[in-house]
């Protein structure tokens, strides 16, 4: 189970740290992706992080304004986003697929239940 926390209402410019806290003690087996979905458009991939946090991957509409982390001691994610732009605005969710990341949505096997980020111009 994944709780992903950490949005909120902020200005163009902004940054915010997303949180994805998960269950499951198994989570160091799991590499996390950051999904986004705004309204009128479909679900885009975000950024993802390695189960052993070796690789990373972005958008390219993200990769030069948001990091990607992780703390397996703390069976926790996060997805750093600054320079926030108003098109970064959607639901954000992050998604644990067993040992191989992917950008693809669909070979993820848990997902959060998305927190709200809106970029004010």
């Known amino acids: 189970q994944l709780e992903d926390s950490g949005g909120g209402l902020v200005q163009a410019g902004a940054s915010l740290r997303l949180s994805c806290a998960a269950s499951?003690?198994?989570?160091?087996?799991?590499?996390i992706g950051w999904f986004r979905h705004a309204p009128g458009k479909e679900r885009e991939f975000v950024a993802y992080i390695g189960w052993r946090a070796i690789n990373t991957n972005f958008a390219d509409s993200v990769k030069d304004r948001f990091t990607i982390s992780r703390d397996n001691d703390k069976n926790t994610a996060y997805l750093q986003m600054n320079r926030l732009k108003p098109e970064d605005t959607a639901n954000y969710y992050c998604?644990?697929?067993?040992?191989?990341?992917?950008?693809?949505?669909?070979?993820?096997?848990?997902w959060g239940q998305g927190t709200q980020v809106t970029v004010s111009s």
């Open positions: 998604a644990a697929r067993y040992y191989r990341p992917s950008r693809e949505p669909g070979g993820y096997d848990y």
């Open positions: 499951e003690r198994t989570f160091s087996s799991y590499s």
